[in-house]
């Protein structure tokens, strides 16, 4: 009898245990039911495009709007969807050249300005440097004058030492000494130019006059000269008067002469 209660008791469990299991299957399958129905609607009113504002677009609408239109100009806004824009191509313009070419040409190759004209010349201009004048011309004398009357020499021409008595020491004469009265006046010795005029501490004042390749220094002159450099002087024209020559102011009055042949010292006394 026992046995028999417990058998029945056994049999009344096992249906129990089954019981809970199904109960529980169901349960799972309702939670998964509900899930997948969740996750369907989610995504099924994300794709599907509505006409209010702030609605999410489809993919294709969003990748023709992201699309760059091939020229601005040449395209026309067909409408707008959700805050984005469709472009749609115009027809292009009957040219040689595409309106975008020439445009792009535009702006690499800017217009060349225009020359300006050239300036007219006004009174203000300042006036063309003077070319530089030819040299004075004169034809050389044959032969050469005393510069003075008497034409007589008190010292001549040395390259060797001799006693100087204004000096008081040995020093060479590379000159010749005429005689002349002081204040006489001076002739240029031949036809030539005025290359210089100057003062020297020891000479006095000095004409230094070309004569062709030769070159005579004047010296011992008074304060003026009759004569300025640039001048052509003809053989026998004034050119000056007789002082002193001042390491000669011993000696009596004379015209102190020099004389130098295409750059070479010469004794003066040769050329007369």
């Given at each position: 009898m026992a046995m028999h209660r417990m058998n029945e008791q056994d049999k009344e469990k096992k249906k129990s245990g089954r019981g809970g299991f199904y109960a529980a299957l169901a349960i799972c399958v309702l939670a998964i039911g509900i899930?997948?129905?969740?996750?369907?609607?989610t995504m099924s009113?994300?794709?599907?495009?509505?006409?209010?504002?702030?609605?999410?677009?489809?993919?294709?609408?969003?990748?023709?709007?992201?699309e760059p239109a091939?020229?601005?100009?040449?395209?026309?806004?067909?409408?707008?969807?959700?805050?984005?824009?469709?472009?749609v191509p115009a027809e292009p313009e009957p040219s040689d050249v595409p309106k975008s070419e020439a445009a792009g040409r535009a702006e690499i190759e800017p217009e060349k300005p225009a020359a300006e004209p050239a300036a007219a010349p006004t009174e203000e201009s300042e006036p063309a440097e003077p070319t530089a004048a030819e040299p004075a011309s004169y034809r050389?004398?044959?032969?050469?004058?005393?510069?003075?009357?008497?034409?007589?020499?008190l010292a001549?021409?040395?390259?060797?030492p001799v006693y100087s008595e204004t000096m008081r020491d040995y020093r060479v004469h590379l000159g010749m000494d005429l005689k002349a009265k002081r204040g006489e006046t001076v002739k240029a010795a031949a036809n030539g130019i005025v290359k210089d005029a100057y003062t020297d501490m020891l000479l006095g004042n000095i004409l230094v006059i070309e004569?062709?390749?030769?070159?005579?220094?004047?010296?011992?002159?008074?304060?003026?000269?009759?004569?300025?450099?640039?001048?052509v002087v003809t053989a026998g024209q004034d050119i000056g008067s007789v002082t002193a020559a001042p390491?000669?102011?011993?000696?009596?009055?004379?015209?102190?002469?020099?004389?130098?042949?295409?750059?070479?010292?010469?004794?003066?006394a040769s050329l007369f």
């Open positions: 899930a997948a129905w969740s996750t369907y609607d009113g994300f794709l599907t495009p509505t006409d209010t504002d702030g609605a999410k677009n489809t993919v294709r609408d969003t990748l023709t709007a992201i091939d020229d601005p100009e040449d395209t026309v806004t067909a409408g707008h969807a959700h805050g984005t824009t469709s472009a050389v004398s044959e032969r050469f004058v005393y510069p003075v009357s008497s034409g007589e020499v001549a021409y040395t390259d060797i004569h062709g390749d030769v070159e005579i220094r004047y010296c011992g002159l008074g304060e003026t000269f009759l004569v300025k450099p640039g001048e390491f000669e102011s011993a000696m009596e009055t004379h015209l102190h002469l020099e004389a130098a042949e295409n750059g070479q010292v010469i004794d003066p």
